[in-house]
């Protein structure tokens, strides 16, 4: 076990498309411990994905469980070759990088999101989810395809409103 | 010893202002930092905080206010840290433009506990009925709740929304 290094931009492993997992063995249940262990050891990271420690595998990890803000979520997602099969509507929101420390901005993404992915023994799982949880796992899989939130960053004038909490 | 100025310039939209304001800093060897830099009514805004080797920045960008007609204002020694504070609130008013709404907002807000990062407002709507829209992002530092239940007590025919931003780090 052990944390392993998270690259920053501007290195150019963060701008490639990573490949597909095909061998499910020994060593990618090893990895996906050590990045889970990477990913806590970042201030309040929810999720983290392969080439964040250099390593251009379809791998992933979210987890919304901890947010002192609860929201709804389907656990932790150790996710393997994950694909995003149907998109609806949008949300701006606000995001951050461990890749990009010290900045963060408004992305425009998919408000719900239908996900299929396979775990470390290679079963697949799908399942629609939406809100904080899809725009995490659509952050991750932006990581996959070698793109940055720095890529979809939007205006603060761009006013697309999430779920209001007061409406006078 | 680098240092860092905030540099203030305004003056009658034009083309290119940015482009030959930030060219004759490039080549002084003056660093960018965080920018800010709008059209506001005919005029253009730019506030650019800038780190240099203790150059007298006054003197170097004289030529180009001259040509430009640009007013230039300087405070040195801002505070030199360059981490941003984090907004966990965004609020939108909006309503039928009548003096002192900003006033009355965001005072009643600040009471609440609200910091304010960024704010911008823009005039709107027909001649006959102008409509006042304003946008903030801020730290609700007593809560969104707090903020919520100051809301309340702002005038009729205000329309206030206030959206938690609750920033993903992934
Ligand atoms: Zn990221």
């Known amino acids: ?98 890749s990009v420390p010290d900045f963060t901005g408004n992305v425009i993404r998919a408000e719900k999101i239908t996900i299929r992915f396979q775990n470390s023994e290679a079963q697949w799982a799908e399942f629609e989810t939406r809100g904080y949880e899809a725009r995490a796992i659509q952050h991750e899989i932006d990581h996959l395809d070698g793109m940055l939130f720095l890529d979809r960053l939007v205006s603060r004038r761009a006013d697309l409103f999430q779920r209001k909490v007061y409406k006078k | 010893m680098k240092k860092w100025s905030l540099l203030t310039l305004v003056g009658a939209d034009q083309t290119a202002i940015v482009a030959a304001v930030t060219r004759v800093l490039a080549e002084a060897d003056c660093e960018l930092g965080e920018t800010s830099m709008m059209r506001m009514g005919g005029s ?31 405070d040195d020694d801002v505070d030199s840290s360059n981490a941003a504070i984090e907004p966990d609130v965004n609020i939108t008013v909006y309503g039928a433009d009548r003096s002192g709404i900003v006033a009355e907002v965001t005072s009643k807000l600040a009471d609440a506990g609200l ?27 007593q809560g969104v709740d707090a903020l919520t239940k100051a809301a309340e007590s702002i005038s009729d025919g205000v329309e206030l929304n206030i959206i938690p931003i609750q920033t993903l780090r992934a």
Request: some cysteine.
């Open chain 1, 1 to 98: 076990m052990a944390v392993l290094e998270i690259i920053h931009y501007p290195d150019d492993r963060l701008k490639q498309a990573s490949d597909t997992v095909t061998l499910f063995d020994q060593s990618l249940k090893d990895f996906l411990v050590d990045l889970e262990e990477t990913r806590l050891s970042g201030p309040g990271a929810v999720g983290i994905a392969a080439p964040q420690v250099g390593v251009a595998k379809r791998i992933a990890i979210v987890d919304l469980t901890e947010l002192k803000k609860p929201v709804d979520n389907h656990g932790h997602l150790l996710m393997i070759n994950p694909e995003i099969t149907q998109w609806q509507g949008m949300e701006k929101g606000r995001e951050g990088c461990l």
């Open chain 2, 44 to 74: 253009f805004a730019m506030m650019l905080r800038v780190r240099h080797e203790n150059q007298d920045l006054a003197a170097l960008l004289k030529d180009v206010c001259d040509r430009l007609s640009l007013h230039l204002h300087i």
């Open chain 2, 115 to 141: 910091n304010i990062i960024d704010l911008e407002t823009a005039l709107a709507g027909t001649k006959d009925k102008p409509i006042y829209i304003m946008t903030i992002e801020g730290q609700a530092r």
